[in-house]
């Protein structure tokens, strides 16, 4: 998954490779992560 998320693609528009569903899932992580670390919901913007 890391690898999707650092993929950069010259001929794409917006020069990342990442998919909407990646990103949902590497933002959940996240979340749960900071969530398990301050032991409070993050509030991710």
């Known amino acids: ?5 650092v993929n950069v693609s010259p001929d794409s528009p917006d020069n990342f490779d990442t998919s909407d569903d990646v990103l ?7 979340s749960e992560l900071l969530q398990k670390y301050y ?7």
């Open 39 to 45: 032991e409070k919901k993050p509030i991710i913007l």
């Open 1 to 5: 998954m890391y690898r999707k998320l």
């Open 24 to 30: 949902m899932q590497s933002l959940r992580t996240l």
